[in-house]
């Protein structure tokens, strides 16, 4: 008698698994095409328009000069390092004064 339930269970668990792995639906394989030589309309994009930007004008001298690799920013500093590996980074205030290097 376990043999006979053993079984049935064995062969119950093999036609849902088996069941289960059928696609459900249609499955269409069309492949979406571009035409490259066609002339398409140019839609201008304001980054205002959809992100919150704020420009901030970094103070430059002669201890503050830097090509300007924004790492991060926060509410209080922003740190900025040169893009060449010289070892320099700067940090700025909020306002963009040059606060230590």
Same mark, same amino acid.
């Given at each position: 008698?376990? %043999? +006979? ?9 093999? =036609? !849902?698994?088996?069941?289960?792995? #059928?696609q459900?639906? =249609? ?9 490259? =030589?066609?002339?398409?309309? $140019? ?16 103070? =430059?001298?002669?201890?503050f000069?830097?090509?300007? %690799?924004?790492? !991060? +920013?926060?509410? #209080?500093?922003?740190i900025?390092?040169? %893009? ?9 205030? %909020?306002?963009g004064?040059?606060?230590? $290097?």
């Amino acid at each position: 008698m376990k %043999r +006979v339930i053993t079984l049935f269970s064995i062969v119950l668990f093999v =036609t !849902a698994g088996c069941g289960g792995c #059928k696609q459900s639906g =249609t499955q269409s394989n069309d492949i979406i095409t571009v035409d490259v =030589t066609m002339k398409y309309p $140019k839609k201008e994009l304001i980054l205002q328009d959809f992100m919150d930007v704020e420009y901030i004008p970094l103070e =430059t001298n002669d201890d503050f000069l830097c090509e300007g %690799r924004v790492l !991060a +920013v926060g509410k #209080k500093i922003i740190i900025v390092k040169n %893009r060449i590996n010289d070892g320099n980074i700067f940090i700025f205030d %909020r306002n963009g004064k040059g606060l230590k $290097k």
